[in-house]
């Protein structure tokens, strides 16, 4: 593999799941490859002294970054633009604080997975992997983040981060809604098409499946995500909510809704490397 130039050395690994899942054997980068796309992006800091970045430690409320922006909206008053998710969740903390690996060096067999135990039956093995689109698939025990993500503007649900922004406009309000979820092989777990139903309300595009019983939202200010950041800095400026517990949802129902869905999702999105840098990151609770 590379990247600017840069050859990475692959090692074999073992991928975690949750506890009990089987392990699966994979190609991971080198601690020293990961460390120095962190240079890249720090260096990429001093150059544009951007904004306050993510994913982040949620646990963790250290953060120097001198950029500040208006807090956007709750989610009820703006449009919902989007919904995706990552493979693994981005942020770490709450019941997500294990460390699933350097994975391949773009996003993919990294983050953050679940810490709890599963069932047997929770993790029986699906015939064969979902949603492979060339990085691996997912199955039961996998965790993903899902981003629920909202803007000011007068927009509809659509692809990508573009469905959020208006054409000829100023760049609008963004807001995150972040949970996480690990997958299971129970019919009766969380129906994703549910989860991820859209529906108008109050004149607003809304997502009435957002759960309100996974804790307390840990509020912070700070960017887009995604592995195209790993080695320089997302300009945009988004107010995050990340739910620190982890709910269960039916791996088959997830496969339903990336079979067909609003926003063209037919796979789990790379993680961007966990931010650490204090000078990259908002103080929390300030």
């Known amino acids: 593999m ?8 692959v090692t074999p690994r073992v991928s ?56 956007a909206p709750d989610f009820a008053e703006m449009n919902l633009c989007n919904i995706h998710f990552h493979e693994s969740a981005e942020h770490r903390g709450g019941e997500f604080r294990k460390f699933r690996g350097n994975g391949d060096g773009k996003g993919y067999r990294s983050g953050f997975v679940y810490d709890g135990a599963l069932s047997d039956a929770e993790l029986a093995p699906l015939s064969a992997e979902i949603a492979d689109k060339g990085h691996g698939g997912l199955v039961p025990g996998d965790t993903i983040e899902v981003h629920y993500v909202f803007s000011t503007a007068n927009v509809t649900p659509g692809p990508t981060l573009g469905a959020c922004l208006e054409d000829g406009a100023a760049i609008p309000k963004l807001r995150v809604e ?30 009435p499946g957002i759960l309100e019983t996974t804790g307390t939202p840990v509020a912070y ?66």
């Open 178 to 207: 972040a949970q996480v979820f690990v997958l299971v092989n129970d019919p009766a777990a969380l129906d994703f098409t549910e989860l991820a139903a859209v529906r108008e309300r109050g004149g607003k595009h809304q997502a």
């Open 16 to 71: 975690l799941a949750a506890a009990g899942a089987p392990p699966r054997p994979t190609l991971e980068v080198a601690d020293r490859y990961i460390d120095r796309q962190r240079r890249m992006l720090m260096a990429d800091f001093e150059a544009e002294a951007f904004g306050p970045q993510s994913p982040r430690d949620i646990d963790a409320v250290a953060g120097t970054n001198k950029v500040t922006f208006p807090k």
């Open 2 to 9: 590379t990247a600017c130039g840069y050859t990475a050395e």
């Open 221 to 286: 200010a700070g960017s887009t995500t995604g592995p195209s950041y790993n080695e320089e800095g997302s300009p945009f400026q988004v107010s995050w909510s990340v739910r620190p517990k982890v709910a269960k949802v039916d791996i088959r129902s997830v496969e339903r809704w990336l079979a067909g869905n609003p926003f063209d999702e037919d796979h789990a999105h790379g993680v961007r490397n966990l931010v650490v840098q204090p000078e990259l990151l908002s103080p929390i609770g300030e």
